[in-house]
């Protein structure tokens, strides 16, 4: 009797358990640090959606961009304001910014906050083309569309549209302090314990109509990017895809130097796609990019038209300002590092003058084997040669002819070879 009270009270305590956890609200956090871009963008419209199937309060984003792409910052708009739950953004931890497109997500949020030490502005995004420069009929463009966007997202939101435009036309940029007097933030918090408890009961609109956020007592769930997301935003990394790029190249040329290795062959095609993949998020420079295709093709020719490393030397010329001027940007975390460039390029000038070096070498040694190796050696003559005879040559025997007599077995040099005849003088 007193063990089944004893399971009746513990089943009714797990039920108490069960019934309060699931009643406990639910607050989903992610963090996005590092360039925007379509990995970036995949990352928090897929939060997005796990946190409205969550039935979470909302959806807190830790926020420290230096920037990003257009494209990339449009995707992530469009998510924010078609979603069901609250949006948060949170430029946090101090030092942190929202540079650039962090401005455009910031903005478009439901609820700006920002930490101590923080900063926000210089909303200049870069595009995959490259375009954004103000001296140019299309960069006016881009300025001028990217002018209008940000104040229809700030209208939307109720947040400075002025100051807004100005992130965009004179690219400024202002502390926590400043954004929240120009009504930019709706608040400064220190730390997430301190955000959560300035959240709780605060009234919403989202697509779904008002939401009351009820952050007290909440669970805090973080939603961490995929196996592959993760992966994908390593090679995203201008100087990952650069890498990626030279390795590529570098397996092709060997499996078509030593074609049957295979193993080159697959490492180089699997780096090219990667690298591709990777470039095309990044606003590439088509002049760079045919200066490195440029460099590849004289590598090549030097394998079949020996130049003594002249060719190799204006591939590697080539290869190092094709690399500096592949990434079109004036933003530094978009371009491929000059410590990343100059190892790459030496250790393929390396690779190519070894190359170089074996072909010379091959080329000035002399015969040895075949028809071709007989000439300049020696035998000795095995009958008296008067117009014809026969020699020994290396154990063989060989049928000659000679411009001059020579006696039996007198040493002789072969000087040409006439199909399987050998032409002989004596051994001087």
């Keep these: 009797m007193k063990k089944t009270i004893i399971l009746i009270i513990v089943f009714l305590l797990l039920l108490t358990f069960s019934v309060l956890e699931a009643d406990q609200p639910q607050i989903d956090v992610i963090t996005v640090d590092g360039v925007i871009n379509p990995v970036t963008a995949d990352f928090i419209t897929a939060s997005i959606e796990r946190a409205t199937g969550d039935k979470a309060e909302c959806l807190i984003i830790r926020l420290d961009t230096p920037g990003g792409l257009v494209d990339s910052t449009r995707l992530i708009i469009k998510g924010i304001m078609a979603s069901k739950i609250p949006i948060v953004v949170f430029v946090s931890p101090s030092g942190a910014r929202a540079a650039s497109a962090g401005v455009f997500i910031t903005l478009g949020s439901h609820v700006a906050v920002m930490a101590p030490s923080t900063n926000i502005g210089a909303a200049h995004p870069v595009t995959i083309d490259g375009g954004g420069d103000k001296d140019s009929v299309m960069g006016e463009k881009i300025e001028n569309d990217l002018a209008a966007y940000i104040r229809t997202i700030a209208n939307k939101t109720g947040r400075n549209a002025e100051w807004a435009e100005k992130a965009v036309r004179e690219s400024v940029s202002i502390t926590e302090q400043k954004a929240l007097e120009e009504k930019i933030i709706d608040f400064i918090a220190k730390d997430m314990d301190d955000l959560i408890a300035k959240l709780d009961k605060r009234k919403i609109i989202t697509a779904a109509g008002e939401k009351v956020i009820k952050a007290k007592n909440a669970r805090v769930n973080h939603i961490e990017m995929t196996t592959p997301q993760k992966f994908f935003k390593v090679i995203t990394d201008p100087n990952i895809a650069y890498l990626l790029m030279m390795i590529g190249m570098a397996g092709i040329f060997f499996e078509l130097k030593s074609?049957?290795?295979?193993?080159?062959?697959?490492?180089?095609?699997?780096?090219?796609?990667?690298?591709?993949?990777?470039?095309?998020?990044?606003?590439?420079?088509?002049?760079?990019?045919?200066?490195?295709?440029?460099?590849?093709?004289?590598?090549?020719?030097?394998l079949y038209v020996p130049s003594y490393g002249l060719l190799t030397t204006g591939g590697i010329i080539s290869l190092v300002l094709g690399s500096m001027m592949l990434i079109d940007t004036p933003y530094p975390f978009l371009k491929v590092s000059l410590n990343v460039i100059l190892p790459a390029a030496l250790s393929i000038a390396a690779i190519f003058f070894f190359l170089v070096g074996a072909i010379v070498r091959a080329h000035s040694k002399k015969t040895t084997t075949g028809k071709e190796g007989l000439i300049g050696t020696t035998g000795s003559a095995e009958t008296d040669i008067k117009k014809t005879g026969t020699v020994m040559v290396h154990g063989e025997l060989w049928n000659a002819v000679s411009d001059e007599e020579i006696n039996e077995k007198e040493k002789v040099k072969i000087t040409g070879i006439n199909g399987l005849l050998l032409k002989v003088e004596k051994l001087k």
Excluded at 259 to 283: E, K, M, N, R
Excluded at 286 to 299: C, D, E, K, P, Q
């Design 259 to 302: 074609p049957g290795l295979i193993f080159p062959g697959i490492v180089g095609v699997i780096s090219l796609i990667l690298a591709f993949y990777a470039l095309q998020t990044l606003p590439i420079n088509y002049a760079g990019l045919f200066l490195i295709l440029f460099a590849v093709l004289l590598f090549i020719t030097e």
